[in-house]
Structure formats: structure tokens, C-alpha cells
């Protein structure tokens, strides 16, 4: 699977226009700060509302101005990673992690609550709340819970971000893993040359 | 210890406070989140028309009840063809000038916990598989709890204080309409009935303080969900 994207969203005054063409692994979208990058995330994920284009996933199609077809976002499946995290702050991190697992239909689950703690070394937390975890902690359970709700992609946007650069490595490992053992198509926002190197496979540069 | 007639006056005052609540706290909540997160032409007269009987003698409040409700009035008429009935010196009509008391400072409790709610824990949830309707219940609402405990014991301590637009909409009738402020109020115009007047407001007082006791109760159980 990978992503077929082609898309014009209004971004205040501007149009910001991007095409993403099917290619395996990590597409990087890369950008100085304030180009709109976040703004394409959200159009994949079904947040706003493209003017024209269309956005497929292998098979699916989320969106398509001609066709008039525009899911809304729970029926996307994409598991989007936040900069912020967005944890939910009543929830404990169990319960933040099964919060899309439990509302996605079986077949579409690809990984169950156990492999993925495991996977992200987060098992020890599962009874924590969310509002004691550290930056590195909760972007690893954003991850897992976007893993969990089954998703045809993931959305990432600038994970590393608000993290030093020891759990950066950390996280990056995961993502790599997540690329090479699940094979999801990921999209992911970076203004970062270095981190772009490393993971993506094809790098779409907005200006 | 209290008389029985004057438990039945406890009774009835929680009996009408907690009807004002029940009737209220709906239309409370709906009134919140239309003035919290929409945009909408007519905003600012909706929320003017919320804060009126925080900003209105209440007697003016119970005297524009008694217009509309009355047997003349366009609600009273249409209650009395429907149902058969009135609120005119009835409990269920101290239970509406009460629950009307009380919605300004229940609309605002409700509406600063949903405006302290980040929208973007919504639209994760949403991204997660969430339609609006659960992402409503399993975010908004759990997140918005502190402020609808905080509001229920606001609306009920308001309720049981209600005294205004009680007296002027459904008059002062025993075992009907007279709940503790009436009956503390009617008991100082008798003379020598000073013992009954302080057991009465010793009653106010502990109803009042058990209502704090619950909320607080209720905040922390709020804040320790997370677990759930």
C-alpha cells in the first residue's frame, strides 16, 4: 500500500498544492516552519476540507473532488501522530491506547494491545495516567494508539520535535520499525534534513 | 429537632430544588455548548437573554413567569388545553421559577469547563474512529464533568434559596408552594415563633453545606476517572 495524493488546500490567502506520488515506505513532506505542512496532514486525515484534488491509500479512496467522494475522519483509517501528543488527559495510557482499537472493526486490527507495548517498550505504563508521562513516553504511546486503531497509514507530523536528542533516537528507531516490520505507508512532516535522510524513501519538498 | 410540619417544608424545598435541577441541567448544558462552540447570528442576544435572571430583580423575573404562566397567559392556556393542568400555586411551578433562577450560573459553570476543553482531543478522537456523537460522550462530556458537578450544586443551592420570583409566580401556599425561605420568612411575621425561624435556618445552612460536601466528592471522583 502506499499513498496517491494530489491535493489543493486554502490555507488563509494561500493555496498550498502538493502531489505525492505511490512510492513504498516513508514519504517525507519537508518545509521550513509555516509552509503548510501540518495544513497537508490534516487534508489527508479528512481535518479540512481540500479544494480540488484527490487523496488514496493502495486501494481506498478518502477523498476525490470529482467524484464528490470525502470521508469523513473516523472512516479514513489514518492513524495520525500529533506533534502535541493529544493524549486524552481522562483516560489512563491503557485505555488512551485501546480508545481506537475498541471502535475499529476486527479484521482491520493488525497488531493487539500487548504486541504493541511491547514493540514500544511502554508496558510499564499501562496504568499510569497520561498527565504523568514524560515528552518521550507519551510520543510513544501517541504511536501505539494510532497503531492500534488499525490505520491504513500513519500521519506524522514532526514527532521528534519536543523531544531531546537521546529519545529521539529512541523514536526513531521505532518509526523505522514500523516502516520495515509493518509495512504502513507513512507520511511524515519534518523540517529536519538529517531525519529526513535517515528515514524517507521519497522526500516531496513544499516552497 | 425539627417539627414534622417543618421536615415536610425540608422535604418539599428538596423536592423542588431537585426538580429545577432535573428540568434545568439539559437545557443548561444544550445553552453551554451553543454559546461555548458555535458561531451563530444572534449569539449575543442568546446570552444576554441566559444572564437575565442573574441581572433582573427577581420579582421582576417571577412577575414575567406570571404573565406567560398565568391563566391568561399564552403558556398557561396552552398547559391548560394540553395537559389539563397549571403551575399557578403548585410546587411544579416553584420548581420552574427556581430552575429559571438558577440557568445563568449553571450555563456559566458548564460553559467555562467546555471552553477550558482543548477541540483538538475531539479531533484526535475522531481521527482514531470516533463519530462526532461518540467523541461527544467518551471526550467532551467526561472532560466537562467538573463543571456540570460544579454547576448542579450551584443550580441547587440556588434553587433552595429561591425565594423572589417563588413568592411573586406561585404566591406562598402551605405544603404547595412554601419552601424554606418562604416558610423562614412567614414564620418572622408571626410573633414568638423566633425557635422555629432558627431551626429553619439551620436547615438552610446544613442543606446548603451537604451540597458543597457532594460536589467536592464529585470533582475529585472526576478527577481520579482516569482509571475507569
Given amino acids: ?207 | 429537632m425539627l417539627s414534622p410540619a417543618e421536615w415536610a417544608i425540608v422535604g418539599l424545598s428538596l423536592k423542588v430544588a431537585a426538580a429545577a435541577i432535573v428540568l434545568t441541567l439539559p437545557i443548561a448544558f444544550a445553552l453551554a455548548w451553543l454559546l461555548a462552540r458555535k458561531r451563530f447570528y444572534g449569539r449575543m442576544l442568546l446570552d444576554t437573554l441566559v444572564h437575565l435572571p442573574l441581572v433582573l430583580p427577581p420579582v421582576v423575573t417571577g412577575w414575567l413567569l406570571l404573565l406567560f404562566f398565568g391563566a391568561g397567559g399564552w403558556g398557561g392556556r396552552t398547559l391548560q388545553a394540553l395537559f389539563g393542568t397549571t403551575l399557578m400555586f403548585r410546587w411544579t411551578g416553584a420548581a420552574l421559577a427556581a430552575g429559571i433562577m438558577a440557568l445563568p450560573l449553571m450555563v456559566r459553570a458548564i460553559r467555562l469547563s467546555l471552553e477550558a476543553i482543548d477541540t483538538r482531543l475531539e479531533t484526535a478522537a475522531r481521527t482514531l474512529g470516533a463519530s462526532p456523537l461518540r467523541a461527544f460522550a467518551s471526550i467532551t462530556l467526561p472532560l466537562a464533568l467538573p463543571g456540570i458537578a460544579a454547576a448542579v450544586v450551584l443550580g441547587f443551592a440556588r434553587s433552595l434559596g429561591e425565594f423572589g420570583a417563588t413568592i411573586t409566580f406561585v404566591s406562598n401556599v402551605p405544603d404547595e408552594t412554601r419552601t424554606l425561605p418562604l416558610a423562614i420568612y412567614t414564620a418572622l411575621q408571626v410573633p414568638g415563633a423566633e425557635a422555629s425561624v432558627t431551626r429553619l435556618a439551620i436547615a438552610s445552612v446544613v442543606l446548603s453545606l451537604a451540597a458543597l460536601l457532594v460536589s467536592e466528592w464529585l470533582v475529585r471522583k472526576g478527577g481520579r476517572s482516569y482509571v475507569l
Fill in chain 1, 1 to 207: 500500500m502506499s499513498f496517491d495524493i494530489d491535493l489543493s488546500v486554502p490555507r488563509g490567502r494561500r493555496t498550498i498544492s502538493v502531489r505525492i506520488a505511490p512510492a513504498a515506505g516513508i514519504t517525507a513532506l519537508f518545509g521550513p516552519s509555516g509552509i503548510g505542512k501540518t495544513t497537508v496532514l490534516d487534508a489527508v486525515a479528512g481535518l479540512v476540507r481540500p479544494t480540488s484534488g484527490h487523496v488514496r491509500i493502495g486501494e481506498a479512496t478518502l477523498f476525490d473532488a470529482a467524484a464528490g467522494i470525502a470521508l469523513p475522519p473516523e472512516k479514513r483509517g489514518c492513524g495520525y501522530v500529533f506533534q502535541d501528543g493529544r493524549l486524552f488527559p481522562h483516560k489512563s495510557v491503557r485505555n488512551n491506547l485501546l480508545y481506537g482499537w475498541n471502535l475499529v472493526p476486527e479484521d482491520r486490527r493488525f497488531i493487539n494491545l500487548g504486541e504493541a507495548t511491547e514493540f514500544l517498550g511502554i508496558g510499564a505504563l499501562l496504568d499510569r495516567s497520561v498527565r504523568h508521562l514524560s515528552g518521550g513516553e507519551a510520543q510513544r504511546v501517541a504511536i501505539g494508539r494510532a497503531l492500534l486503531s488499525g490505520p491504513r497509514a500513519l500521519l506524522m507530523d514532526e514527532p521528534l520535535s519536543s523531544l531531546d536528542a537521546d529519545r529521539r533516537d529512541g523514536i526513531l528507531r521505532v518509526i523505522e520499525r514500523i516502516r520495515d516490520d509493518l509495512a504502513l505507508p507513512i507520511l511524515y512532516v519534518s523540517h529536519d534534513r538529517a531525519e529526513v535522510d535517515r528515514l524517507a524513501s521519497q522526500v516531496v519538498e513544499l516552497s
